[in-house]
C-alpha cells in the first residue's frame, strides 16, 4: 500500500531553488568526498537485474498475507540471502490481532437472484494467477450477514454523503456501494458506517484503473473485469488492540468492543461484478460527475436490486496471528549508535510482485551491495540497517509496533529512514518525504543512470516533469500511507521514499504477480536494479557523511509556501489570527539554517575535531524531532509531527501544518490563534537546536 495520489508530477510551485553545476558532496571534508565518491560510484554498480528478478520470482512464488505459513517462509528467505552475504540479522515477532476471513458471499438477491463469484479467475499464460488466494475482502471488515437494498454513493466522500442528502436519500439501513479512488478505502467504510449503512462495497471503476485507462491484463497493464483491489479498512497505524504502545508479551489489550474498527461487512468488487449491480438500480439519476466508465447510465437507487453481503472470519478463534519484522544490520565503526534505516514491506494481498517485493528487492539488493563493499574493505561510520516489516497491507502493522516498541532508541539515534514501497513497476521516477533530505537525494539520482540509457535518473526525471531551468523536480509530501508513518508522523525522524511507477491496474489484485512484471512493470528488473542503486548510495551517503547533510535552507523555503494558504483561510472566516510570528520563525530558520550551512563547509574546508562531529551531529538530529510535540494532533495524539500529516477525513491527500489547519477546519478561532503560535515556536526550537549545532561547530 502506498498513498495513491500523485503529485510528483507538478511542479514545486514558486519553488526557486536552483540548480547548481557541478555539486560538491555536502558535509564532507574534501579527503572524505573523495573516498565516498569512489564507494558510492563502485557500490551502485553492484546492484544486479538477474539477481533481483530471481530474488522477485522466488519471493513472489505464493501468496503471502500476513499471518500465514507463506509469510513466515518469506522471512525465512529474506534471513537466508542477508545471512548468505554475510550480513548480521535479527528478527522481531509481535502477536497482533488480525482476524483472517474464512468466507465471503455476495448474492443479488433480486432482481433475478445471482451469487456473484468473487475469486479472480486464471489468465492464460499467467501461472501465477492459478495460486490459492487470499478472500476478496478488506481487511479488518466486519463480520455480518445482511441482506438489503443498495445504493450508490459515488466515492463515499463526506461530500458524497452531503449531496445524497439533497437528493433526499439515505443509505440508512441500506447497502452502499461505493467507487475506489479519491479517498482511503477505511475513511469510505467509516463514513458508511456513520451514515447508518449495514453494509459497504467498494468496486474498481474501469474509469479509474481499468479499460479507460488502457488494455486490461493480460493483454495489458491495466485491471481486467475479474481483477480486485484488496486492502485494508484500519484507519489507525498499528495492531488495533494495543492502539499507541507495542504488542509485546503481556501487553494489556483493548477488547474488539473498543477497538477502533469497522463493525459492518466491507467487501471490494470487480467491476464484473459491479455491473451485475449497478447496471439494474433505479431510482434518481447521478449527478454527472458521479457518472463512472460503465456502458450504461448510472443510477442511485435505492433497490430495486437488493444484495445479501456475507462476511465471517476467524476472531473467535484465532483472531491473534504472529508478524514478523527482519533485520539485516552492519555495524558502524565511528558512530555506531546512530542509525542508518531503510525499509519495506514484505507482505502483500496476492504473490504481491509489485506490492511490495520490488520494495523488499530494492532493499535486498542494496544490502547485498554494501556486504561486497564490507568485503572489499568499507567500513560505514554509521551503522546500517535493511528492515523488511510485516502486516503493512493491515495498517502499517509491523513498521509501527517496532517503533513504538524501540521508540527511545530511534528519537534519539535515528538519523534517517529510507522507505521502499511500490519501488519499480514502470519506468517514471517519482519521490517524496522531509525536504530537508531532498536535495541529497536529488544529487544521488544524478550519479545513477538511467535504465533508458539516455541520462542519469534525475535528468529523465526532470525531462519527464518538463522542469523548466532554475527549478527542481517536485517531490510529495509525507503524509501517510506506508511504513515511514511510526518514523516521521510519530517520532519525527526525517525520511525519504523513492520508486519508478506506470500505468498499472492489479494493484492489490492475484494478478500482481511475476508475470505481469515480466510484461509490464519492469520488463528486465532494471528499474529494480535503480531503485536498490538509490538505496545504496543513500545508505552510504547518510552513514559516512562527517556532517549530517540535512538542509535546512529548503526546509524552510518549503514551509514558508504554506503560510499564505493558512492566511486566506483566515480571511475566509473574517478571523483575526495573523501569521506574521509564524512566518518570522520560518525566516529565523532559514537564516539558521543558512549560517549552518556556512559553518559547516567552513569547517569541513579544514580539520574538525571528531568529539567536535560528534556532538554537531547529536545537535542536528534535534532539529526535526523539533517539530513535533508530545501531546500529538488534538484528535490523533499518536501523530506527534507538526508539519505533514494524511488528512483525516480522506486518508490519502496530505495535509500541512495539520494543527493550524485542522484548528480552521473545526471553525475554532481562539484555537486557530493558539496554534499558529504554537508552531511558531516550535519552529523557533528547530533554529535553536540548528543554532546550538552551529555554535558547536565553531566552538563557541
Ligand atoms: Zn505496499
Same mark, same amino acid.
Given at each position: 500500500?502506498?498513498?495513491?495520489?500523485?503529485?510528483?508530477?507538478?511542479?514545486?510551485?514558486?519553488?526557486?531553488?536552483?540548480v547548481a553545476?557541478q555539486q560538491p558532496m555536502v558535509g564532507f571534508?574534501?579527503?572524505?568526498a573523495?573516498?565516498e565518491r569512489a564507494v558510492e560510484t563502485n557500490a551502485i554498480q553492484r546492484p544486479?537485474?538477474?539477481?533481483?528478478?530471481?530474488?522477485?520470482?522466488?519471493?513472489?512464488?505464493?501468496?503471502?498475507?500476513?499471518?500465514?505459513?507463506?509469510?513466515?517462509?518469506?522471512?525465512?528467505?529474506?534471513?537466508?540471502?542477508?545471512?548468505?552475504?554475510?550480513?548480521?540479522?535479527?528478527?522481531?515477532?509481535?502477536?497482533?490481532?488480525? !482476524?483472517?476471513?474464512? /468466507?465471503?458471499? %455476495?448474492? @443479488?438477491? *433480486?432482481?433475478?437472484?445471482?451469487?456473484?463469484?468473487?475469486?479472480? =479467475?486464471?489468465?492464460?499464460?499467467?501461472?501465477?494467477?492459478?495460486?490459492?488466494?487470499?478472500?476478496?475482502?478488506?481487511?479488518?471488515?466486519?463480520?455480518?450477514?445482511?441482506?438489503?437494498?443498495?445504493?450508490?454513493?459515488?466515492?463515499?466522500?463526506?461530500?458524497?454523503?452531503?449531496?445524497?442528502?439533497?437528493?433526499?436519500?439515505?443509505?440508512?439501513?441500506?447497502?452502499?456501494?461505493?467507487?475506489?479512488?479519491?479517498?482511503?478505502?477505511?475513511?469510505?467504510?467509516?463514513?458508511?458506517?456513520?451514515?447508518?449503512?449495514?453494509?459497504?462495497?467498494?468496486?474498481?471503476?474501469?474509469?479509474?484503473?481499468?479499460?479507460?485507462?488502457?488494455?486490461?491484463?493480460?493483454?495489458? !497493464?491495466?485491471?481486467? /473485469?475479474?481483477? %480486485?483491489? @484488496?486492502? *485494508?479498512?484500519?484507519?489507525?497505524?498499528?495492531?488495533?488492540?494495543? =492502539?499507541?504502545?507495542?504488542?509485546?508479551?503481556?501487553?494489556?489489550?483493548?477488547?474488539?468492543?473498543?477497538?477502533?474498527?469497522?463493525?459492518?461487512?466491507?467487501?471490494?468488487?470487480?467491476?464484473?461484478?459491479?455491473?451485475?449491480?449497478?447496471?439494474?438500480?433505479?431510482?434518481?439519476?447521478?449527478?454527472?460527475?458521479?457518472?463512472?466508465?460503465?456502458?450504461?447510465?448510472?443510477?442511485?437507487?435505492?433497490?430495486?436490486?437488493?444484495?445479501?453481503?456475507?462476511?465471517?472470519?476467524?476472531?473467535?478463534?484465532?483472531?491473534?496471528?504472529?508478524?514478523?519484522?527482519?533485520?539485516?544490520?552492519?555495524?558502524?565503526?565511528?558512530?555506531?549508535?546512530?542509525?542508518v534505516?531503510v525499509?519495506?514491506?514484505?507482505?502483500?494481498?496476492?504473490?504481491?510482485?509489485?506490492?511490495?517485493?520490488?520494495?523488499?528487492?530494492s532493499?535486498?539488493e542494496a544490502?547485498?551491495a554494501v556486504?561486497?563493499?564490507?568485503?572489499?574493505?568499507?567500513?560505514?561510520?554509521?551503522?546500517l540497517?535493511?528492515?523488511?516489516?510485516?502486516?503493512?497491507?493491515?495498517?502499517?502493522?509491523?513498521?509501527?509496533?517496532?517503533?513504538?516498541?524501540?521508540?527511545?532508541?530511534?528519537?534519539?539515534?535515528?538519523?534517517a529512514?529510507f522507505n521502499q514501497?511500490?519501488a519499480?513497476?514502470?519506468?517514471?521516477f517519482n519521490a517524496s518525504g522531509s525536504?530537508s533530505l531532498r536535495p541529497t537525494l536529488r544529487d544521488v539520482a544524478r550519479l545513477v543512470p538511467d535504465?533508458?540509457?539516455?541520462g542519469s535518473v534525475y535528468s529523465e526525471w526532470r525531462?519527464?516533469?518538463?522542469?523548466?531551468?532554475?527549478?527542481e523536480p517536485?517531490m510529495?509530501?509525507?503524509?501517510?500511507?506506508?511504513?515511514?508513518?511510526?518514523?516521521?508522523?510519530?517520532?519525527?525522524?526525517p525520511i525519504l521514499d523513492w520508486g519508478f511507477?506506470?500505468?498499472?491496474?492489479?494493484?492489490?489484485?492475484?494478478?500482481?504477480?511475476?508475470?505481469?512484471?515480466?510484461?509490464?512493470?519492469?520488463?528486465?528488473?532494471?528499474?529494480?536494479a535503480a531503485a536498490a542503486r538509490i538505496g545504496t548510495a543513500m545508505m552510504l551517503r547518510l552513514a559516512n557523511a562527517?556532517?549530517l547533510p540535512y538542509d535546512?535552507?529548503e526546509?524552510?523555503?518549503?514551509?514558508?509556501?504554506?503560510?499564505?494558504?493558512?492566511?486566506?483561510?483566515?480571511?475566509?472566516?473574517?478571523?483575526?489570527?495573523?501569521?506574521?510570528?509564524?512566518?518570522?520563525?520560518?525566516?529565523?530558520?532559514?537564516?539558521?539554517?543558512?549560517?549552518?550551512?556556512?559553518?559547516?563547509?567552513?569547517?569541513?574546508?579544514?580539520?574538525?575535531?571528531?568529539?567536535?562531529?560528534?556532538?554537531?551531529?547529536?545537535?542536528?538530529?534535534?532539529?526535526?524531532?523539533?517539530?513535533?510535540?508530545?501531546?500529538?494532533?488534538?484528535?490523533?495524539?499518536?501523530?506527534?509531527?507538526?508539519?505533514?500529516?494524511?488528512?483525516?477525513?480522506?486518508?490519502?491527500?496530505?495535509?500541512?501544518?495539520?494543527?493550524?489547519?485542522?484548528?480552521?477546519?473545526?471553525?475554532?478561532?481562539?484555537?486557530?490563534?493558539?496554534?499558529?503560535?504554537?508552531?511558531?515556536?516550535?519552529?523557533?526550537?528547530?533554529?535553536?537546536?540548528?543554532?546550538?549545532?552551529?555554535?558547536?561547530?565553531?566552538?563557541?
Open positions: 500500500m502506498r498513498t495513491r495520489v500523485l503529485s510528483s508530477l507538478l511542479l514545486c510551485a514558486g519553488a526557486a531553488t536552483t553545476a571534508t574534501a579527503a572524505d573523495a573516498r544486479s537485474a538477474q539477481s533481483a528478478a530471481t530474488l522477485s520470482k522466488d519471493l513472489s512464488r505464493e501468496t503471502h498475507v500476513s499471518g500465514t505459513p507463506a509469510q513466515a517462509r518469506t522471512r525465512d528467505y529474506v534471513i537466508a540471502q542477508l545471512k548468505k552475504w554475510g550480513i548480521d540479522t535479527d528478527v522481531k515477532t509481535f502477536d497482533v490481532w488480525m !482476524p483472517h476471513a474464512t /468466507s465471503v458471499h %455476495v448474492t @443479488r438477491v *433480486s432482481p433475478k437472484p445471482k451469487e456473484l463469484s468473487l475469486a479472480e =479467475p486464471p489468465v492464460a499464460g499467467d501461472p501465477s494467477s492459478r495460486l490459492a488466494q487470499y478472500p476478496t475482502v478488506n481487511g479488518y471488515s466486519g463480520q455480518g450477514d445482511v441482506t438489503a437494498d443498495v445504493v450508490y454513493v459515488n466515492y463515499g466522500l463526506i461530500e458524497d454523503y452531503a449531496q445524497l442528502d439533497s437528493m433526499g436519500v439515505s443509505v440508512k439501513g441500506k447497502i452502499a456501494i461505493a467507487r475506489y479512488g479519491r479517498s482511503f478505502r477505511g475513511i469510505k467504510a467509516r463514513e458508511a458506517e456513520k451514515h447508518g449503512a449495514v453494509g459497504l462495497l467498494i468496486y474498481s471503476d474501469p474509469q479509474d484503473d481499468g479499460y479507460v485507462a488502457g488494455d486490461v491484463y493480460p493483454n495489458g !497493464p491495466m485491471r481486467n /473485469s475479474a481483477g %480486485v483491489q @484488496r486492502g *485494508s479498512i484500519l484507519n489507525d497505524d498499528g495492531d488495533p488492540s494495543t =492502539p499507541g504502545y507495542p504488542s509485546t508479551a503481556g501487553a494489556p489489550r483493548l477488547t474488539p468492543d473498543k477497538m477502533n474498527i469497522a463493525h459492518i461487512p466491507v467487501v471490494p468488487l470487480s467491476y464484473g461484478n459491479a455491473t451485475e449491480l449497478l447496471e439494474y438500480m433505479t431510482g434518481p439519476s447521478v449527478p454527472r460527475s458521479w457518472q463512472g466508465g460503465l456502458p450504461f447510465h448510472y443510477h442511485v437507487g435505492p433497490g430495486p436490486v437488493r444484495v445479501r453481503e456475507a462476511v465471517t472470519d476467524d476472531r473467535a478463534t484465532k483472531a491473534m496471528k504472529p508478524i514478523y519484522d527482519t533485520f539485516g544490520i552492519v555495524r558502524g565503526s565511528e558512530f555506531p549508535d546512530e542509525l534505516i525499509g519495506g514491506h514484505r507482505d502483500a494481498w496476492g504473490p504481491g510482485t509489485g506490492d511490495n517485493i520490488s520494495g523488499t528487492v532493499i535486498l544490502a547485498h556486504a561486497d563493499e564490507l568485503k572489499a574493505g568499507m567500513r560505514p561510520k554509521r551503522t540497517v535493511f528492515a523488511t516489516w510485516d502486516a503493512e497491507e493491515w495498517g502499517l502493522i509491523g513498521s509501527t509496533e517496532y517503533v513504538e516498541d524501540d521508540s527511545l532508541r530511534l528519537s534519539r539515534n535515528a538519523v529512514y514501497d511500490e519499480a513497476q514502470g519506468s517514471q525536504p535504465p533508458n540509457g539516455q525531462k519527464a516533469a518538463k522542469v523548466p531551468n532554475g527549478q517536485a510529495g509530501d509525507p503524509g501517510g500511507g506506508s511504513d515511514f508513518a511510526g518514523f516521521y508522523n510519530h517520532l519525527g525522524i511507477g506506470g500505468p498499472s491496474g492489479i494493484y492489490h489484485s492475484q494478478y500482481d504477480d511475476y508475470t505481469w512484471m515480466t510484461k509490464f512493470g519492469d520488463t528486465g528488473f532494471q528499474y529494480h562527517d556532517i535546512y535552507v526546509y524552510a523555503q518549503t514551509m514558508r509556501r504554506y503560510v499564505a494558504p493558512v492566511d486566506r483561510l483566515v480571511a475566509q472566516h473574517h478571523w483575526t489570527a495573523p501569521t506574521t510570528a509564524l512566518s518570522a520563525s520560518i525566516d529565523r530558520l532559514e537564516q539558521a539554517g543558512a549560517a549552518f550551512n556556512a559553518a559547516r563547509d567552513s569547517a569541513l574546508a579544514g580539520t574538525v575535531p571528531a568529539a567536535t562531529l560528534g556532538q554537531t551531529n547529536q545537535a542536528l538530529v534535534q532539529v526535526e524531532r523539533a517539530l513535533t510535540r508530545p501531546e500529538g494532533l488534538k484528535n490523533r495524539p499518536w501523530f506527534r509531527n507538526l508539519i505533514y500529516v494524511a488528512d483525516e477525513d480522506n486518508g490519502y491527500a496530505n495535509m500541512v501544518f495539520p494543527t493550524v489547519n485542522e484548528a480552521i477546519r473545526a471553525n475554532d478561532e481562539t484555537l486557530t490563534r493558539s496554534e499558529i503560535a504554537d508552531l511558531a515556536a516550535h519552529f523557533d526550537r528547530a533554529a535553536s537546536a540548528l543554532d546550538a549545532a552551529t555554535r558547536t561547530l565553531r566552538g563557541r
